[in-house]
């Protein structure tokens, strides 16, 4: 016995297609359309990347390792301090100022010096 489904004895008619209902047609061909897009859109997007990798490669070729300086340094600068200039920071002087000996404290209620104060 011989499933029909194996069966290779029945040959179709030449020049016919077996019959398929729209629906099923229309499902056929959305999936062709979307393999067919996204194959074209991984071929774009690889194309793209490989156009961007043969541009960097290009730019480094190009580019001089050690560039000079365009402009010469000063060499009288002073300190260079950013918060000074924004004036975020005071400027500090180079020498410490000598700070007054702070005076004894009053007794408010006898009005002389505290006991022990100098």
Do not use: C, Y
């Not at 489904?5 to 729209?22: A, T, Y």
């Not at 774009?44 to 340094?73: C, F, K, M, W």
């Amino acid at each position: 016995m011989v499933m029909r489904f194996f069966d290779m004895s029945r040959k179709p008619p030449v020049g016919e297609l077996p019959q398929i209902g729209d629906a099923r047609r229309a499902r056929i061909v959305q999936r062709l359309q979307i393999g067919i897009t996204g194959v074209t859109m991984m071929i774009l997007l690889i194309g793209l990347a490989s156009i961007i990798q043969d541009r960097a490669a290009q730019t480094d070729a190009t580019a001089v390792p050690q560039a000079a300086a365009t402009t010469e340094p000063n060499e009288g600068a002073s300190q260079n301090d950013p918060l000074v200039e924004a004036g975020v920071v005071p400027d500090l002087p180079d020498s410490p100022v000598d700070t007054p000996a702070q005076q004894p404290a009053v007794m408010p209620e006898t009005g002389q010096d505290a006991p022990g104060a100098q």
